[in-house]
T-cell receptor, first 112, second 113 residues
Framework: GENVEQHPSTLSVQEGDSAVIKCTYS??????FPWYKQELGKRPQLIID?????GEKKDQRIAVTLNKTAKHFSLHITETQPEDSAVYFC???????????FGTGTRLKVLA | EPEVTQTPSHQVTQMGQEVILRCVPI?????FYWYRQILGQKVEFLVS????????KSEIFDDQFSVERPDGSNFTLKIRSTKLEDSAMYFC???????????FGQGTRLTVV
């Protein structure tokens, strides 16, 4: 079945450094890739998304890149701040389906 | 900003009992979802609902589970006979179309004892 792998499972960075989280998806027909941030005890919230017709998208300190050939997509956070500390989930979805397949999550800790 | 709301926030139930988790999706959304998250694990898809019927369901969503949209605003998940392994955070989500952002509710933490 469809699967999304996510690495690393935990990531610690110093404040101001960059963080990169990588995901690999199995369904080559997947065409929508959202990233969700989940703070402790709270709901997942979308931070950025990308569609398969685009290779990169940026929103201030956050960017996502997509390599369709390799079926990889990555989240890049620059100039990290303590409030970036959370669990980040990647997900993949495919037109014609009615679900998002989530990765296993990355716990990001930004050390002040 | 419109939000998906879920009630209750926390439910404790005895094994074998029925529970109903309630959700009010964003009002103009057409697609509704239930996901669950066992503590410390990833978010898992359970079921999606569109046009008053189930669109897709996972292998987790067996005969013990059912969903309903009893009126124009509520979307419910029923577990008929709860098991210990049903203990998880259950998230309702809605979206305005397929393959777009899904908005999540704040979750219902279900504890089966």
């Amino acid at each position: 079945g469809e699967n999304v792998e996510q690495h690393p499972s935990t990531l610690s960075v110093q404040e101001g450094d960059s963080a990169v989280i990588k995901c690999t998806y199995s369904d080559s027909a997947s065409n929508y890739f959202p990233w969700y941030k989940q703070e402790l005890g709270k709901r997942p919230q979308l931070i950025i998304d990308i569609r398969s017709n685009v290779g990169e998208k940026k929103d201030q300190r956050i960017a996502v890149t997509l390599n369709k050939t390799a079926k990889h997509f990555s989240l890049h956070i620059t100039e990290t701040q303590p409030e970036d500390s959370a669990v980040y989930f990647c997900a993949a979805s495919t037109s014609g389906t009615y679900k998002y397949i989530f990765g296993t999550g990355t716990r990001l800790k930004v050390l002040a | 900003e419109p939000e998906v709301t879920q009630t209750p926030s926390h439910q404790v139930t005895q094994m074998g009992q029925e529970v109903i988790l309630r959700c009010v999706p964003i009002s103009n959304h057409l697609y509704f979802y239930w996901y669950r998250q066992i503590l410390g694990q990833k978010v898992e898809f359970l079921v999606s609902f569109y046009n008053n019927e189930i669109s897709e369901k996972s292998e987790i969503f067996d005969d013990q589970f059912s969903v309903e949209r009893p009126d124009g605003s509520n979307f419910t998940l029923k577990i008929r006979s709860t098991k210990l392994e049903d203990s998880a955070m259950y998230f309702c989500a809605s979206s305005g179309a397929q393959v777009v952002e899904a908005f999540f509710g704040q979750g219902t933490r279900l504890t089966v004892v």
